[in-house]
């Protein structure tokens, strides 16, 4: 016990040199629990990265909650149509935390398991992505001309089945070129993993056509959807243009060395999960989760809509006087030079087994008949008549 002072004191200076040396191998912004090769995503010198972390970052929890709010309310989603379209926007939300996940994947240095994990889901996912763009062209295109919807398992069937064509492309291609060959996973050309993205592009630009299609329609609701799914896919087709040009042609032009190739592919996973979400999810989601509109009553001085079709009542027909709408008493009267008429009318009227004595023409003749303005004005009922009515006089 009495050289434990002296014990620490010994050790003090060691242990302090022992962590001045690990923090001087660190980057700055990362601590001890951080190793190679995962220092790049607390590299505080590396500014793109940190960006591009908290692009994923949010972008990835930004669909997830976008992807439970639909899930939660689509008990709420009654119309056929618009349940079709919740399938294919669920997968495109996986799709969209999948780029942004896998935008990590190149922020970390590079080894043999990672460059396969790289170059095997590129390509899926962004299948996945623009599958479900093209399933969803197919849709607004039949609803905007007045077609109906495809269910949306079918819908997410179809999307699947278009992804799994690109994932048996990329595993050719990765046994082709590491497994039989023996190439390193890191090392291989930009051109070749440009044309094993070839089917990705063909899928983008059909989903374009069919969503320029899709605008062309009658419903204005599903042109509108269309729209946003069209720019959705422009600004997809503008940016895999400026990805390749760059990756092709961008590095050698600037004298720019290899690594810079990570950062490139970073920035478009993210900025692709952006579009995705701004553009489509975020307006196909209020499309399907939107109310739908209630009946409005007609406006009967519309000229442009249809007259509505009112029931002329007949005293020639058999309809029980209690449900002729006249104020008792008010109804009608008659005039005292035609009283002898009006009591002779009464008394030769036709006899009405369930109803009474029918009138006859003088009676009708006293009796307020309403113009059809003004049965249209009163909204289809029969008005009473005026307590100042007289009755009409017969010349």
Same mark, same amino acid.
């Given at each position: 016990? +009495?050289?434990?002072?002296?014990?620490?004191?010994?050790?003090?200076?060691?242990?302090?040199?022992?962590?001045?040396? $690990?923090?001087?191998?660190?980057?700055?912004?990362?601590?001890?629990?951080?190793?190679?090769?995962?220092?790049?995503?607390?590299?505080?010198?590396?500014?793109?990265?940190?960006?591009? /972390?908290?692009?994923?970052?949010?972008?990835?929890?930004?669909?997830?909650?976008?992807?439970?709010?639909?899930?939660?309310?689509?008990?709420?989603?009654?119309?056929?149509?618009?349940?079709?379209?919740?399938? +294919?926007?669920?997968?495109?939300?996986?799709?969209?935390?999948?780029?942004?996940?896998?935008?990590?994947?190149?922020?970390?240095?590079?080894?043999?398991?990672?460059?396969?994990?790289?170059?095997?889901?590129? =390509?899926?996912?962004?299948?996945?992505?623009?599958?479900?763009?093209?399933?969803?062209?197919?849709?607004?295109?039949?609803?905007?001309?007045?077609?109906?919807?495809?269910?949306?398992?079918?819908?997410? =069937?179809?999307?699947?089945?278009?992804?799994?064509?690109?994932?048996?492309?990329?595993?050719?291609?990765?046994?082709?070129?590491?497994?039989?060959?023996?190439?390193?996973?890191?090392?291989?050309?930009? %051109?070749?993993?440009?044309?094993?993205?070839?089917?990705?592009?063909?899928?983008?630009?059909?989903?374009?056509?069919?969503?320029?299609?899709?605008?062309?329609?009658?419903?204005?609701?599903?042109?509108?959807?269309?729209?946003?799914?069209?720019?959705?896919?422009?600004?997809?087709?503008?940016?895999?243009?400026?990805?390749?040009?760059?990756?092709?042609?961008?590095?050698?032009?600037?004298?720019?060395?290899?690594?810079?190739?990570?950062? !490139?592919?970073?920035?478009?996973?993210?900025?692709?999960?952006? %579009? %995705?979400?701004?553009?489509?999810?975020?307006? /196909?989601?209020?499309?399907? %989760?939107?109310? +739908?509109?209630?009946?409005? !009553?007609?406006?009967?001085?519309?000229?442009? $809509?249809?007259?509505?079709?009112?029931? /002329? !009542?007949?005293?020639?027909?058999?309809?029980?006087?209690?449900?002729?709408?006249?104020?008792?008493?008010?109804?009608?009267?008659?005039?005292?030079?035609?009283?002898?008429?009006?009591?002779?009318?009464?008394?030769?009227? $036709?006899?009405?087994?369930?109803?009474?004595?029918?009138?006859?023409?003088?009676?009708?003749?006293?009796?307020?008949?309403?113009?059809?303005?003004?049965?249209?004005?009163?909204?289809?009922?029969?008005?009473? !008549?005026?307590?100042?009515?007289?009755?009409?006089?017969?010349?």
């Amino acid at each position: 016990m +009495p050289f434990s002072p002296m014990f620490l004191l010994l050790i003090l200076p060691a242990l302090v040199g022992c962590g001045s040396s $690990q923090d001087k191998a660190l980057p700055r912004g990362c601590g001890s629990f951080l190793q190679r090769p995962y220092t790049a995503l607390c590299d505080l010198e590396v500014v793109w990265g940190v960006v591009v /972390e908290a692009a994923a970052g949010g972008g990835a929890l930004a669909a997830l909650l976008l992807g439970l709010v639909l899930l939660c309310r689509l008990r709420r989603v009654s119309e056929a149509e618009k349940r079709g379209g919740v399938g +294919p926007l669920l997968l495109l939300l996986l799709g969209v935390v999948g780029l942004c996940g896998l935008s990590f994947a190149y922020l970390i240095e590079r080894d043999e398991r990672l460059c396969i994990v790289r170059r095997a889901l590129w =390509g899926v996912l962004f299948a996945l992505c623009f599958s479900c763009l093209l399933a969803q062209g197919v849709r607004l295109r039949r609803l905007a001309r007045g077609g109906r919807s495809p269910s949306g398992c079918a819908l997410a =069937g179809l999307a699947l089945g278009l992804t799994l064509v690109q994932g048996i492309v990329a595993a050719e291609w990765l046994l082709l070129t590491v497994a039989r060959q023996g190439q390193p996973a890191c090392h291989f050309l930009p %051109l070749d993993f440009a044309l094993a993205c070839s089917y990705v592009l063909v899928l983008l630009l059909v989903a374009l056509v069919a969503s320029g299609c899709a605008t062309c329609g009658k419903t204005r609701p599903w042109r509108c959807s269309g729209a946003w799914l069209f720019v959705s896919c422009l600004a997809s087709v503008l940016l895999w243009a400026a990805w390749l040009g760059f990756y092709l042609y961008g590095n050698a032009a600037l004298g720019l060395s290899s690594d810079w190739d990570d950062a !490139a592919h970073a920035v478009t996973l993210v900025a692709q999960a952006w %579009l %995705l979400l701004l553009l489509h999810a975020s307006p /196909e989601a209020h499309a399907c %989760l939107r109310p +739908p509109p209630q009946p409005s !009553a007609p406006d009967y001085f519309d000229t442009s $809509q249809a007259p509505p079709r009112l029931r /002329e !009542a007949s005293f020639d027909e058999d309809i029980p006087l209690s449900h002729r709408q006249f104020v008792e008493n008010q109804a009608f009267s008659f005039d005292d030079s035609n009283a002898g008429d009006a009591a002779a009318a009464r008394s030769g009227g $036709q006899r009405n087994g369930s109803t009474g004595t029918r009138p006859s023409a003088p009676f009708r003749s006293n009796v307020y008949q309403p113009t059809e303005m003004t049965m249209i004005l009163n909204g289809g009922a029969v008005p009473s !008549a005026p307590p100042t009515y007289t009755g009409r006089q017969l010349w």
